[in-house]
């Protein structure tokens, strides 16, 4: 706030004295304080993303073929070709193109090893909880929340293992909708998550924190000390070791195991969507042919020589989770 006061005004600080609004305004009783920031936006990432993919589908109408879509289709590994394109090998076959760009996140070093200490993958745990019967709307004792929450270093987490709390809304007649999409808890996964790149089950340890420490956090006049969940999920998250994703083009000075043509727009850490859209923009404008200077993108995502000897100076991401 002291290097850019414009952001004071966006945000306001909420101590265990504040009111109007109160910590208990704000449903967070026992909280130790809060921030207050006005200007948020909350967004269900699968429909937005499947509603990007039709579009795109649609543009192939009348045969023409401008778009194509291979699900479930992991790339194994790529190889540079003699004219200079890059192939990419799938268990369904290849394809050749003169650029590539890898949007692989969590897995980037599956493809290219040397990118194993700057993106680490880390699974996060999710889940959708019904919320108590009271909370309804039109319930003035207890209505659905307005607002969305983030809880740093709650109960014996640390600052770097935050939760997060988002309301679905209702349905029309109130009978169905509602969930409360509370997820986090990282710090009770075995090992916080960290190096585990395999979503295919839950970490039931962080699962049942999420179910129990959702009555806790907030005040929504839960008579049980836990809710049901309608689902449970986790996913894989891609830590970046500077804490920036890693946005451009792998040249080989950079040594990162790519080359000419090859780029990547991966390293979103915990809280990436905000980060990802204008990210790919960026990434596309340079494959584009945009000169770096440019391009909309900050400084510190850009690749560079530089950036990786500062980045690799840091402390590892395991480390780093563990200091908070
Ligand atoms: C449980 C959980 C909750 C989260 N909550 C939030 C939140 O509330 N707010 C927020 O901003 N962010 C959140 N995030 C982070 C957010 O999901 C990521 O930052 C964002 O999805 C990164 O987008 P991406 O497209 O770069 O990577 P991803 O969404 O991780 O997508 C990478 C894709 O690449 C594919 N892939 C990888 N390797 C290969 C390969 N070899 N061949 C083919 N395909 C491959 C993967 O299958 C995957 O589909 C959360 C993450 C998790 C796991």
Redesign the pocket.
């Known amino acids: 706030m002291k290097e850019d006061p414009s952001y004071s005004d966006l945000v306001s600080v909420i101590t265990p004295e504040s009111s109007n609004p109160s910590l208990a305004d704000l449903r967070i009783p026992t909280a130790a304080g809060a921030f207050l920031q006005k200007h948020a936006a909350s967004v269900w990432?699968y429909k937005l993303v499947a509603w990007m993919l039709e579009r795109l589908l649609d543009t192939n109408e009348n045969g023409a073929l401008n778009f194509n879509l291979q699900t479930n289709?992991?790339?194994?590994h790529l190889q540079k070709s003699s004219d200079g394109s890059w192939i990419v090998h799938?268990p369904r076959g290849m394809i050749a193109a003169k650029k590539v760009l890898l949007?692989?996140?969590?897995?980037?070093s599956?493809?290219l090893p040397e990118f194993s200490d700057l993106i680490v993958p880390v699974?996060?745990?999710?889940s959708s909880l019904i919320p108590p019967p009271t909370m309804k709307p039109g319930n003035d004792e207890n209505p659905p929340f307005e607002i969305s929450y983030g809880f740093i270093g709650n109960g014996r987490q640390n600052r770097h293992q935050d939760d997060?709390l988002?309301q679905r809304p209702y349905s029309k007649d109130n009978s169905t909708g509602g969930e409360l999409m509370f997820?986090g808890g990282r710090s009770y996964a075995a090992k916080a998550g960290l190096g585990v790149s395999d979503?295919s089950s839950i970490d039931e340890p962080s699962a049942e924190y999420l179910r129990r420490e959702i009555t806790v956090v907030v005040d929504i006049k839960s008579e049980e000390k836990e809710l049901k969940a309608s689902y449970e999920?986790?996913?894989?998250?891609?830590y970046s070791r500077d804490d920036r994703?890693w946005v451009g083009e792998l040249t080989e000075e950079l040594g990162l195991g790519g080359g000419k043509g090859l780029f990547v727009?991966?390293g979103?850490?915990?809280?990436?969507?905000?980060?990802?859209c204008l990210s790919?923009k960026a990434a596309v404008d340079l494959m584009l042919g945009k000169k770096s200077e440019e391009v909309d993108l900050p400084e510190s995502y850009c690749l560079s020589k530089e950036r990786l000897v500062k980045a690799r100076v840091l402390d590892e991401v395991h480390i780093v989770d563990a200091k908070g």
Request: net charge negative; aromatic share 10%.
């Open positions: 990432p289709t992991a790339v194994t799938t949007t692989t996140n969590a897995y980037t599956h493809l699974r996060g745990e999710m997060y988002i997820g979503d999920w986790s996913g894989i998250m891609g994703p727009c991966a979103f850490t915990g809280h990436g969507m905000p980060n990802t790919g």
